[in-house]
């Protein structure tokens, strides 16, 4: 037998390589903000002319990193330039992408707190931040997931897991008509019917209605239904709305309901005045999602679950098994398996922890505060723009408007609106989507990347008025 050592690049040949791509990295990032906003037409026969079987022979790396950023990258939504202003921007913090090749480099086990302790702390000291943050108590335990939708599935099972028998069908758990779809998916993908999700009404704010929550709780009772969890809002998908917590902690107290805050977008605007005053309540909640791949700026495949009952997340998640190595006692220190539905994973704590550890969190607060106000600065110009109709004002930094004709209402306004919509991304500057609001179709701007700054929101006003023009 002979030793195969191929995969075993030596010291020229590792460095080599990491050259090469941070080569290509250092002139993709530093050309975004040049770069198409989107750029997807033809993608399809890229993505065709990519299917291939399993390579037999190797290829030089320069070949395939050329590959990758002169033909397939190229072929996207620019969802790290400047002027993503699309669903929910996320940023994608290099800093990060540099701890995720540390992390990858060094390979070590963090599931397990005994097979390497300091990188287990250390990110056990970044859920422990974001918990400090959202003003849940000492005994509060979390998990850092893929993403909001990751890690509302394990808050929802934790729910369950605590406040219902293991026969737990007619659980039935409570949100408005403007929550994210990830929680109808976790409370299926956590064993409840569709209909055991109840959707609530919500406000001309988009806050859900929680006259009519009460309402709807009294009437499931009484046809013998067991409500045991409310969903609160700290920014939706939709229009950043966040709903009123305060008064859902109430509800919930006096209910005794499991209250959970979906705050994957609007989380971190806690960092600034305004984000603390909309969400108080939210320390009063039993669970919290946040993504860091949102509102911290982080590359996608972060998001984060906090338990108020650090012990209702591990009774729902730990399990033990003979080969596997002894777990700590000591309560401050963490097994990260015992919490999550994860046992092997990568250190993703590291792409949280060195960006905050560089900067501070003064700079992330910084930018979430010039976020907060470049919104109320488009909302401000989309006013003056004759025909112009608000139609969500920025309670974060999300708005909606649409275009108004006399006389013009229904599925002939929305026609004229989504095409406004693809003249604006036409003019490649900005990308928006849209949604619908009421059953108006409306044009969503989202602000959250650390790359967009006030020339941006000015280019993508000036590209409004001028499709408008067109049009
Ligand atoms: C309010 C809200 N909740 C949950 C999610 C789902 O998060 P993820 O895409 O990280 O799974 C999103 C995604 O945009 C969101 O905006």
């Not at 390589?17 to 033809?42: C, K």
């Not at 250390?122 to 943050?133: G, S, T, Y």
């Not at 139609?391 to 406004?420: C, K, V, Y």
């Amino acid at each position: 037998m002979m030793d195969d050592r191929t995969l075993e690049l030596s010291g020229d040949a590792l460095r080599s390589l990491i050259e090469a791509a941070a080569r290509r990295i250092v002139a993709h990032v530093g050309s975004l903000a040049e770069q198409p906003s989107a750029d997807t037409e033809g993608g399809a026969a890229l993505a065709r002319s990519l299917v291939e079987p399993i390579p037999e022979a190797g290829r030089p790396a320069d070949e395939l990193l050329e590959l990758l950023f002169d033909r397939v990258v190229p072929k996207s939504f620019n969802t790290a330039g400047p002027g993503y202003l699309a669903y929910i921007p996320g940023g994608g913090l290099p800093q990060s992408a540099v701890a995720d090749l540390v992390a990858d480099a060094v390979n070590r086990y963090v599931g397990v707190f005994a097979a390497a302790p300091g990188l287990a702390q250390i990110e056990a000291n970044v859920v422990r931040w974001f918990a400090d943050l959202a003003g849940l108590p000492p005994g509060a335990r979390g998990i850092l997931t893929s993403g909001g939708s990751l890690a509302t599935f394990s808050a929802l099972v934790a729910a369950r897991r605590d406040r219902l028998p293991d026969n737990f069908l007619s659980g039935t758990l409570y949100a408005s008509d403007q929550t994210h779809h990830a929680v109808q998916k976790a409370a299926l993908l956590a064993g409840f019917p569709p209909d055991n999700v109840r959707e609530i009404p919500s406000d001309a704010s988009y806050r859900i209605r929680v006259d009519a929550l009460a309402d709807t709780i009294a009437a499931d009772r009484a046809a013998r239904r067991t409500p045991f969890l409310v969903v609160g809002n700290a920014g939706t998908t939709n229009t950043g709305a966040v709903d009123d917590l305060g008064s859902l902690a109430d509800l919930c107290a006096k209910e005794r309901l499991w209250f959970h805050v979906d705050a994957a977008y609007g989380g971190f605007f806690l960092l600034t005045e305004q984000g603390r005053l909309r969400m108080a309540g939210i320390e009063r909640s039993d669970s919290i999602v946040l993504d860091p791949h949102k509102g911290l700026f982080l590359p996608y495949g972060t998001g984060a679950l906090l338990v108020r009952d650090g012990e209702a997340l591990k009774r729902a998640h730990a399990l033990s098994a003979d080969y596997m190595p002894s777990m700590q006692e000591d309560p401050d220190l963490v097994d990260f398996n015992l919490l999550s539905p994860e046992l092997s994973r990568d250190f993703r704590g590291l792409r949280v922890w060195l960006p905050l550890k560089m900067h501070g969190i003064g700079p992330f607060r910084a930018n979430l505060e010039e976020k907060l106000a470049l919104a109320r600065h488009a909302a401000d110009a989309l006013r003056e723009i004759p025909g112009i109709e608000i139609l969500a004002e920025p309670q974060l930094s999300i708005l909606a408007f649409r275009l108004t004709r006399p006389g013009l209402d229904g599925p002939a306004l929305d026609r004229i609106n989504q095409s406004l919509l693809e003249r604006i991304n036409g003019r490649k500057r900005v990308y928006l989507t849209g949604t619908l609001l009421s059953g108006r179709f409306a044009i969503r701007l989202c602000v959250l990347s650390f790359r967009t700054h006030r020339d941006r929101i000015d280019a993508g006003i000036e590209d409004i008025r001028a499709a408008i023009a067109e049009a």
